[in-house]
């Protein structure tokens, strides 16, 4: 069986009256998350402004919105542009049980290509970004082993291939060309788990810029003709083979194909910070609006981690966790989350300026922070946490939360989508009046009944 054209055929025939009602829904509201996300980077992204620059000067055809910029540039740069912002506050939707950001790259790919191609409806649009988020999330499940133990972080290169997969749909390629599509952005799509070692690195934010540009050039280059491989992801050297040593589970990938859509499983983040410190912050908002407890009152704060799970990684190295450098770095901390819950009461956009990085009174509850490791815990559990705060006094007050909000089965409500939606946008570059950000949610949420996605892109 090749699961490579299987997937790549599904792209084809799958059409708009295929979507189920709910997973037209999270599209919706994935794009209007995702768009806040990018309009906040704007300014508050690290790096950001550079690439923005960067596809100003190069010139070109003026095809596709810099979002939050008011300019156009070809679509491969507006998609290397506006994906650097897309993950760069990491506060886009993410898949719990795939560990993948699933429109992270897609998104950003497909609005240039919307753009470029022109007259593509408000369903043709919600077609090819269920479809590209779908691919992320199939190909994020099949995984049986975390290619982070061979040197690769894999979150940025799935991206990459939801990016092709709605590229592809909107160009109108052919079964075979999205094959082509597929094996050209494999040989573009990789991202180095060094980033995680290296704490003064911005990678780590802007790295779905290089996804989105490889999907968008991918698409591209496999409409004009250029051939690829026959098996892009289980081939001997295809995706699977290369980043997991082959450990991966066929059937994740077709299972249910066309009928049951994985991309229904996406979740929203209420807090601007790496999925997996959501427990965390949960549990420690809950413990503080319970109990009167200040810095002071504290001994030691607990959290329990999986040995081989991402959230150990948010702990380690603990010194360099309590006093991250970058906001990038400090949302992929669990301790300086922790203790920004603690001392704040919340965590928000303003949490993770320069200056907030530095907070004395933030660093040095961190320092009180450690962890321990939860033997139940596996290495995909991202939304599970404990949070125990021993107090001088003797008395511990502990929290597990099992579902962090914001998972479909703990969801944000669609108010509080719009709410952030607009705190996002109020830190946009391009200042926007309330009724415009207002036009644009009720052109998101109605999607389906509007006849060229442009209508959402030039009021951005």
Not at 250 to 276: D, H, N, Q, V, Y
Request: net charge neutral; charged share 20%.
């Amino acid at each position: 069986m090749n699961e490579s054209l299987t997937l790549a055929k599904s792209i084809v025939d799958i059409s708009y009256g295929d979507i189920p009602a709910p997973v037209v829904d999270v599209t919706k509201k994935a794009l209007l998350d995702g768009l806040g996300v990018i309009l906040a980077a704007g300014t508050l992204g690290e790096g950001c402004k550079t690439f923005v620059d960067l596809a100003i000067r190069g010139g070109g055809k003026k095809e596709s919105t810099l979002i939050g910029f008011g300019k156009k540039v070809p679509s491969y740069m507006a998609a290397f542009a506006n994906g650097s912002m897309s993950h760069a506050l990491d506060f886009e939707d993410t898949h719990e049980g795939a560990l993948v950001h699933p429109n992270a790259a897609t998104i950003p790919a497909a609005l240039a290509v919307a753009e470029s191609v022109g007259g593509v409806s408000g369903k043709e649009f919600i077609t090819a970004l269920t479809l590209g988020s779908e691919v992320v999330c199939r190909l994020g499940l099949a995984l049986t082993e975390n290619p982070i133990e061979y040197g690769w972080y894999i979150p940025p290169i799935l991206g990459a291939f939801g990016a092709t997969a709605a590229a592809s749909k909107l160009l109108g390629l052919g079964a075979e060309q999205i094959l082509d599509a597929f094996s050209l952005c494999l040989c573009q799509a990789t991202c180095s788990a060094e980033i995680i070692h290296s704490p003064q690195s911005m990678i780590r934010g802007i790295r779905d810029g290089f996804s989105a540009k490889a999907g968008v050039l991918a698409a591209l280059l496999a409409k004009e003709g250029i051939r690829g491989f026959d098996r892009p992801f289980e081939g001997e050297a295809g995706l699977f083979s290369l980043y997991s040593r082959g450990h991966y589970d066929r059937l994740a990938l077709t299972r249910e194909l066309g009928r049951a859509f994985e991309s229904a499983g996406i979740g929203f983040k209420p807090w601007p910070s790496c999925r997996g410190t959501h427990p965390y912050i949960e549990a420690t908002l809950e413990i503080m609006n319970a109990n009167a407890i200040t810095p002071g009152d504290v001994d030691e704060i607990r959290v329990l981690v999986g040995e081989k799970s991402m959230t150990r990684r948010l702990c380690e190295p603990l010194e360099r966790k309590r006093h991250p450098i970058t906001a990038i770095g400090a949302k992929f901390s669990v301790p300086f989350t922790v203790a920004t819950a603690f001392v704040h009461r919340d965590v928000v956009l303003e949490h993770f300026t320069p200056r907030a990085l530095v907070n004395p009174d933030v660093l040095k509850v961190a320092e009180k922070i450690t962890y321990e490791i939860d033997a139940q815990l596996g290495w995909k559990d991202s939304v599970q946490g404990s949070v125990k705060i021993k107090l001088k006094d003797g008395e511990v007050k502990s929290k597990k939360i099992e579902c962090a909000y914001g998972h479909p089965q703990n969801p944000i409500s669609q108010e509080r989508l719009i709410s952030k939606f607009m705190n996002c946008a109020a830190h946009s570059a391009k200042p926007f009046s309330k009724r415009t950000l207002k036009k644009v949610v009720g052109l998101i949420l109605n999607l389906d009944e509007i006849e060229d996605i442009t209508e959402v892109t030039k009021c951005l």
